[in-house]
């Protein structure tokens, strides 16, 4: 079984009443419906991506959406893993001067900023702007290690 195939599972068992497995596939029923028998065919494709389909006719997106479930979370092995873990915030900079060059270019003078030093290296900087409208931009940077 695929992760994500795992995943949409798990989504459907405590909603979708009555999951049990159909042919190749599992059946339940349909979270995005008032459901009196199990309208929802869950399915793994060729390219491994789930498949999903209300025999009702209920948007796919609906049913998506009474899941929580995420369009690339049908496919993506990965979706789970927080975002942090794939993707880096922001872009990498040599050193936190760099970054910091940078970001003023972009944002300007930064209303506040904290660095961070070990054994007399700067390791982190975190810069903030106020912005006119009361939100905040915060530029966490830290070096590659
Ligand atoms: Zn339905």
Redesign the pocket.
Known sequence: MSDALRRVLDAVAPRGDGLKKSGSGWSAR????E?RQA??SIGEGQDGRVLLK?????DHK??LAALRLEERELFEADATRPAAATKPAGRAYATAGEARQSYERTLGEPTASWEYELNGELVGLVLRWDRPDGKKDIRPHQPPR
């Open positions: 349909c979270p995005a419906h459901d309208s929802l209300c025999h009702a006719g209920c609906a049913i």
